[in-house]
């Protein structure tokens, strides 16, 4: 019998709905403080438990609330996503169709990139391709702009990836299509990610996973076939402290097949 | 080889087409009303209820209150039509059915509350059942200045008795380094937003004052205004800047500390981290103009210098 709602669920779902993402500690303030506010009975450490409340009810909504980490800082965010198929529901109020179609290329260009970037001339060159309706170079530019700004997409130096939030949205998605982009240590998607140079290993891993994996290794190789891995090693974020949780297995499969992966 | 992966989700991806499409029909929309809505009885719609299984108004249920809530982030009020047109379909019969279903799971689970605004065309808004709070961990939302000036002016209307003619709002606004015609940092074409957008969005109303050459307007609270705003939080807000008003005062009287700190002309920007903002965007100071334009009695003091005006 799924537990009742209370108020203080009610006011962690509005305001999950007003951010669409949030890293877990913001998460774990909020909670604290919606139980506060509603006088509800505050449990530390029981935020995943919390937010499984809310999600039994919004399950028939197509809705939930989904953990991810992000593959910049390797934290874990947790966002409301749509389940109820692969497109962009939410976005259609924001945006026409022409300009959801540069998004969905925009994508699929940066998935199908071996570094997860699309530079903007890459993106500005896609518009030309779209088939709804003609899109302007000035245009496109905007839809940019607005896409960074709903955090969609993120910049920086001038080129584009998935945000942590399309990320964590668009995870089946990813999976089902592009089975190989998987994170060989944390089996997340990985759309931004250090990849071995052994061709008949070519594992991949996220920078910050790379981080931990390799702290304090002054000659790091790479797990899967030991060759020596010869990409720069990021500086692990101070609060990486534990292993982000394993994804939950998807319906396509896990496994990151590691020889002669043909990408797609 | 995504071509196949792709054609396996085409079939879902259906509804989410025609909610994109849907959104960017509004202004359309009213024209095409089906005039043979009438209600069905309630043997009819619980006929209408059994021919269908329990998973396909479960669905339709999912589907409107998503529609709902989409519709909802633009503030913009949702009218039966378009959801009988849209999402509905060969479902109206059981429309009010469906209705009182969304309503409820947007009371439990959401905090929210469908209320008819227009009884005539059917139309309704979305209210916060749950009171405002100050959470102060979520980051401004860029939302949040646009309410601000929302607020100041829905302030002033009310203390004015509920009528305020444009050119007080713009006169107040100025004060406020607003201009009417200039684009604002914030709000952009501020003319466009507090008689277009908050026009449509029901927190204004927008008329024509008769009989006046050359042709004057005023403002009122709109209708979603009226549901959404406690006017007795209003009040309360309004004493709380009178109060805090009251104590600048008297520091200006007793010590004009203040004064010595801040360049002569314009706001010092640092002036933001001291001040509560008491609601985003507003700033005592911005307050205070508000208070004397409502009292202008006492808009004579020399409190102005205080306060950098």
Redesign the interface.
């Known amino acids: 019998m799924p537990k ?2 209370t ?1 203080s669920h ?2 962690f ?3 999950m ?3 669409g993402i ?1 890293d877990v500690s ?1 998460c774990n ?2 909670y604290k ?1 919606c139980c506060e ?1 509603h006088k509800a009975n505050y449990v530390p450490d029981k935020l995943d438990d919390f937010v499984n409340e ?1 999600n039994t ?2 399950q ?4 939930h609330i989904r953990c991810g980490m992000s593959e910049e800082d390797g934290q874990q965010y947790y966002a409301l996503v749509n389940l ?7 976005m ?6 022409n300009e ?1 179609e540069l998004f969905r290329k925009a994508m699929d260009f940066i998935l199908d990139s071996d570094n997860g970037l699309a530079s903007s001339t890459d993106i500005l060159n896609l518009a030309d391709t779209v088939q709804t309706k003609k899109m302007k170079k000035k245009d496109a530019e905007q839809v940019l702009q607005r896409l960074v ?1 709903n955090k969609w997409l993120c910049e920086k130096n001038g080129e584009y990836s998935l945000s942590t939030r399309c990320i964590i949205e668009m995870e089946p ?1 990813i999976r ?2 592009y089975q190989d982009s998987v994170c060989n240590i944390c089996h997340n998607v990985a759309v931004q990610s250090q990849m071995c140079e052994n061709p008949l290993c070519g594992i991949r891993m996220h920078f910050p996973c790379v981080a931990r994996v390799f702290r304090g290794q002054p000659e790091p190789h790479c797990p899967a076939c030991k060759d020596f891995w010869p990409h720069e090693i990021p500086e692990l974020n101070i609060s990486q402290s534990q292993l982000p949780a394993p994804s939950q297995p998807g319906p396509s499969n896990e496994k990151a097949s590691r020889y002669g992966r043909p990408r ?1 | 080889m995504s071509q196949k992966k792709r054609t396996s989700s085409q079939k879902s991806q259906a509804p989410s087409n025609r909610l994109s499409q849907v959104a960017r029909n509004e202004a359309v929309d009213s024209d095409e009303e089906d005039v043979s809505l009438t209600e069905p009885s309630t043997s009819q719609v619980q006929q209408s209820l059994a021919r269908l299984t329990v998973a396909q108004v479960d669905r339709k249920m999912a589907e409107v209150l998503q529609f709902i809530l989409i519709k909802d982030q633009k503030k913009m009020p949702i009218k039966r039509a378009d959801i009988v047109k849209h999402v509905l379909k060969e479902y109206k019969t059981i429309y009010s059915e469906i209705l009182k279903r969304v309503d409820r799971t947007l009371g439990q689970v959401f905090g929210m509350k469908l209320v008819e605004i227009d009884t005539k065309n059917h139309t309704y808004v979305l209210i916060n059942k749950l009171e405002p709070v100050e959470l102060n961990i979520t980051d401004m939302h860029t939302g949040s200045s646009k309410t601000g000036l929302l607020f100041v002016i829905l302030a002033v209307i009310f203390m004015k008795g509920g009528i305020v003619k444009e050119s007080i709002i713009w006169n107040m606004l100025k004060k406020l380094k607003v201009k009417c015609g200039e684009k604002h940092d914030d709000f952009g074409d501020v003319k466009k937003l507090i008689t277009e957008e908050f026009v449509r969005q029901r927190y204004l109303e927008y008329a024509r004052v008769p009989h006046t050459d050359p042709i004057e307007y005023e403002f009122r609270w709109g209708l979603r205004a009226e549901k959404e705003l406690s006017k007795m939080k209003l009040l309360e807000l309004v004493s709380e800047i009178v109060k805090n008003w009251c104590q600048l005062y008297a520091v200006g009287v007793f010590g004009g500390s203040c004064r010595n700190k801040t360049p002569a002309h314009g706001r010092p920007s640092g002036k933001k981290q001291n001040k509560q903002s008491l609601v985003p965007g507003v700033v005592l100071s911005d307050a205070f103009v508000f208070f004397t334009l409502c009292y202008p009695e006492y808009s004579c003091l020399s409190l102005r210098y205080i306060l950098f005006l």
């Open positions: 009742d709602l108020e009610r006011r779902l509005q305001e709905m007003k951010c949030m913001k303030s909020l403080k506010i809310i009810p919004l028939p909504m197509f809705m109820a198929d692969t497109e962009i529901t939410r259609a109020t924001d945006y026409s169709d959801l700004q998605y089902n299509v797609r």
